[in-house]
């Protein structure tokens, strides 16, 4: 029988092909090949420390797999499907290329270690790149928050006008969520960072290995608790995929608030024509196609999620075939959060403010009716009083259309006999802003001390 098989031994009848196809996975894990690798070069050379294979095995067995690593990077490795996955590939061409010494890397080794290493090593990789990334992102809404400190617009509450903020304020509001997505991924990292390398199949190895020095090879942390639950675990895949979850949601907010922003209606903000499509029909458009594909691409994300959730439900200890179904989401989780982060960056480099627009909308909608109740109360009319007299002055600037600030001291006085010249103060989106004088609050001058001190925490 010709069986190419790694595994062929047991058996006597050849693959099916189908059943070859199906279980062939290495048309995308072959993304994990340089981890892969990695891997395995810290397992050859612990080998020979320990004295398992001997030194020269050892130093033939790491030249080879840095060949293929090269092979690999130049993109002249040939990968073959009846090989399945991205272990066999490697290790069925290093014994092409060195002999039998080949067949002595995986040794004290199974595929189940192997892949739960690989995973570990890229899930790491990819949590450095995206922290990294988000904090770019948060850079660009601290300048922001910097340049519009005092640009007042209006701030919502059911996507009404509730009261006024600035918009540095909003920026700055998006930049704490981005912080905890950081916190999250940097958080995760440390429960990640241990080394399932030696777990072997699912009990151990009989041969006398080193785990910690593979370990301290691969820059884990330290060597994994519980071989059964080294080779099942994959808590860190779904950690991942739930932080870039929520991660995607932030970001869908964002790109809603910009698509909001964006519309004829409320002129808030210019995205950029590079940002914008046109329609093949209607000339006059300018869609803001980017925001809404950052909007709609957090549905892969939560979707990608719930597969993994689903996925280890339920699954018996230990490794099960099911886990190769971690891979797609995962990978697509990466290349989506870190695709959005990476284009929102761009998008709010390039965008314009609008403040007059937002001012003139802060202005219509009695944004200042809290302060005019707060005023009230001020001059010893209790909260609830205040508020049904703020009321019915907003019912009367409605009947009427005016707003409050235009309503001059006899018409107030109609309302309450309390209501002096110094109400304008309160009345003007200025002087509402600046009350709001405390640490989280909007004036202007708490927005600038909030964006030094998230400056400061971005460097550190
Ligand atoms: N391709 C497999 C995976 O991704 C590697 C481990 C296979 N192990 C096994 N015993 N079949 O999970």
Known sequence: MSNKKLWGGRFSAAIDKAVESFTASVHFDQRLALYDIQ???????????????????????????????????SDNFSWQRELEDVHMNIEARLTEMIGDTGKKLHTGRSRNDQIATDMRLYVRDVVDQLSQRVKDLQIVLVDLAEQHFDTIMPGFTHLQAAQPVTFGHHMLAWEQMLERDRQRLT??????????????ALAGTSYPINRQQTAELLAFDRPSEN?????????????FCSNAAILGTHISRMAEEMVIWSSDKFKFVDLGDAFCTGSSIMPQKKNPDVAELLRGKSARLLGNQTQL?????????TYNRDNQEDKEPLFDSADTALACVDILVRMLAQITVNTEQMYQAASDGFATAT???????????????AHEIVGKVVAYCVQNNQQLGQLNIE??????????DDVYDC?????????????????PEQVKQAAIRARRRLQA
């Open 227 to 239: 071989s059964q639950d080294s080779v099942s675990d994959r808590d860190f895949v779904l950690e």
């Open 39 to 73: 891997g395995s070069i810290a397992h050859a050379s612990m080998l020979g420390n320990c004295g398992i294979i001997s030194n020269a095995e050892a130093d033939e067995i790491i030249a080879g797999l840095k060949q293929i690593q090269k092979d690999i990077e």
């Open 427 to 443: 009345l003007t989106l200025e002087g509402s802003v600046s009350s709001r004088n405390h640490i989280g609050g909007t004036a």
């Open 187 to 200: 958080d995760s990292r440390t429960r990640l960072n241990i080394s399932p390398l030696g777990a072997a």
């Open 371 to 385: 302060d005019l109740a707060d005023y009230l109360v001020k001059k010893q009319i209790p909260f609830r009083d």
């Open 411 to 420: 018409t107030l006085n109609q309302f309450s006999n309390l209501i002096e």
């Open 309 to 317: 959730l689903v996925l280890m439900k339920g699954q018996p200890l």
